[in-house]
């Protein structure tokens, strides 16, 4: 029998979740718990059931590690304290600002519960933060970048859509190329947030709108765009669903610094993602630290974990032996 | 009082560890220990004592951990065994096949001292490890490409080096371009030797010497070049001291991989270094795992790690409050 994962919440990243785990032998599917009419839910996995949330506890038993899909807004800050206590779990809890917060929260619960839980898990955070961690860690007098892209921001998208006239709209956030160019240099530039990203724009826009409106709106609108330099096209519902019906995303973290007696040899150390599907991505990073999760409670830790605090050994289905023999 | 490191091995990469030190607030170097006469070792550091390899053990309570740069074919075997009863032990141990073996005397060691030993630190094996095993458990379905250079190779240069008419010599290696962006299409191509790397060498010959017969000697020499694409430039002794004296090197670790039901959605990860300085950059690495290796010898954990086993919070200065809060 593999580890036994449940999924609590079946949007995109609940569905991702399902699909990483058919993609690991060590792993099965328990059941899906959504607060939703379960009669109403379909999923793909042909004989697992699914619960009302409200009865999660009934199935105890029957599930080594929970992993909550929510979002971070409302349903993570509530949900992952008060599974913390019954399961391990795995949240991808994104606001940066509140992960001190949420961290404390959950590891109260999850000491009072003898779990494990591991919070914040993802590419931003997850493997973005363990590798500025790892990397300054190692040239400790340098500097750090990130930067996301090519892909679409949901939270973009959406401001997009509450503009008047605007039937649905698409923006992608793009590195700039020179930009990129330059830290990988080692140059240690100073950049402004204009000259990191650009954003770009497909908006579909209610018959008779002022298009005129709308773009001026967008490319002015503070905290989402206003800082940015941005390019908006207007296309047809069709054309919005032919092409940009994907979720694409990605981006990098650099850090460049120096070593010698007088810091005279330059390093530049890069970590880059390329995804066809953000929230597939997400949930195989969720699903192998359910590995670890599942591990780590069999070794009698308990307690919030983050992905700084997991050594990398757990996340792989081979032991120690075996990665030491083939991959190390 | 800073972490105590100390140094058994004083060459480049004992030097580049010293460096690394003094990067390192937290740190301090509380000794170099030398086979050769300490009293022809000149270190660096002000007021730092160079001890007689033999007499070791005498300084046992002055050192925290002490980090072995030693060579992997003779050294390390020996003596990271031999001092992981004494001390905790840092080791850049790269001989990928014998890792096993050397794991497990290393363990025993450190088991019966009660200390920790963190063997094959540095970039590979060590930090493309790192980032072959997270990205192959979080993409189970796809290939692995490991791609080194453009660096310097001590082995290849040093083949180059014993061939009869030969005085010096400078071999780099080099990945394809082509190759690379192939890669990261996420196309998955089956690659042979020659379509990954080619190597290119600089040849300082001796007076009336036979070019033709270098040239060809190298080109045909089995394992280090024929089965490679080379290029073979002869220069005078002044051009290889003034073009040639760094000891830069790289490469990438990248993982292509498949997710969603249907396996429809294409991911890239990955890793990337460009080193100014090869042992500077190994140096900087070990110094990290002390760190590491302090900590967990104070939680009380003993035996032998590798990079796969050691959380990533352990190499970090800030504590995990502090990299909660900024960091993630």
Redesign the interface.
């Known amino acids: 029998m593999g580890i036994r994962i449940g999924i609590s919440g079946y949007g995109n990243l609940g569905r ?1 979740v ?3 785990i ?3 032998e060590d792993m099965e599917l328990s059941a899906v718990f959504t607060r939703r009419d379960p009669s109403g839910v379909r999923i ?1 996995t042909e004989g697992v059931p699914v619960y009302p949330a409200s009865d999660i506890l009934k199935y105890k038993d029957a599930v080594d590690v929970l992993i909550i899909c929510g979002g971070s807004a409302t349903d993570l800050p509530e949900m992952t304290p008060r599974y913390a206590k019954d399961f391990n779990v795995i949240d991808s809890f994104d606001t ?1 600002a509140r ?2 917060e949420h ?1 404390d929260r959950v590891d109260a619960a999850a000491k009072e519960g003898g779990n494990i839980a591991i919070i ?1 898990v993802g590419w931003d ?1 997850g ?1 973005f ?6 990397a ?6 340098g500097s750090d970048y990130t930067f996301w892209g090519k892909g679409v921001s949901q939270g973009h998208s959406d401001a997009v859509r509450r503009i008047d006239g605007v039937l649905d709209a698409r923006q992608y956030t793009i590195p700039v190329e020179e930009a990129l160019k330059e830290v ?1 240099s ?1 140059s240690n530039p100073k950049l402004s947030t204009r000259q990191k990203h650009t954003r770009e724009c497909f908006v579909v826009a209610k018959e008779g709108a002022d298009k005129e409106r709308i773009e001026k709106e967008i490319k002015t609108m503070p905290n989402y765009f206003a800082d940015y330099d941005t390019t908006v096209h207007f296309i047809t519902m069709e054309e919005l669903e032919r092409d940009h019906r994907g979720i694409p995303h990605g981006g990098f973290v650099i850090r460049s610094g120096v ?3 007088e810091k ?14 953000n929230p ?2 997400t ?3 969720l699903v ?1 630290y359910a ?1 670890a999760a599942y591990r780590m409670k069999r070794e009698g830790m308990k307690g919030c974990k ?8 757990y ?3 081979e032991d ?2 075996s ?3 083939h ?2």
């Open positions: 991702g399902e699909c990483a058919r993609q690991n793909l940066h992960i001190p961290f914040s955070p493997m933060s363990l590798n500025r961690a790892i300054s860690a190692i040239l400790p007098e990988r080692g070593t010698g007696w005279e040899n330059k390093h530049v150390i890069e970590y880059s993602l390329k995804l066809d599907s597939e991505f949930s195989s990073v192998a590995r983050t992905v700084l605090d997991v050594a990398p050994s996340l792989c289905r120690g032996r990665l030491r023999a991959l190390l």
